[in-house]
């Protein structure tokens, strides 16, 4: 997918749909993020961005995901991966 022997001429490929697993795999995360957020509001309780990114963090222990042979994402990415999709899940839930 992506491809850093490059030419003078020629650049880097970057092929979109390789992400394909990667962004259902994202998908399948925010579901459950979201699910446990809305849960917990509905017994009362509240959870903060931080507390649910950890949530996700933990959900996310065993995926290493590759693109090709390369692994793409480090600790501190999936970190903010976790923060990212916690954010969008908390969005998601508010009342407007």
Do not use: C
Request: hydrophobic residues 45%; glycine residues 4%; without cysteine.
């Amino acid at each position: 997918m992506f491809s850093f022997s490059e030419t003078k001429s020629e650049k880097p490929k970057f092929d979109k749909a390789k992400l394909f697993p990667l962004v259902l795999r994202l998908g399948d995360f925010l579901k459950k993020a979201f699910d446990h957020y809305t849960q917990l509001r509905i017994a009362g309780s509240e959870l903060d961005a931080d507390t649910l990114a950890a949530f996700v963090y933990l959900q996310m222990a065993s995926w290493d995901p590759k693109i090709g042979h390369k692994e793409i994402l480090d600790d501190e990415t999936k970190h903010a991966a976790a923060r990212f999709v916690a954010g969008v899940a908390m969005n998601m839930a508010k009342e407007q």
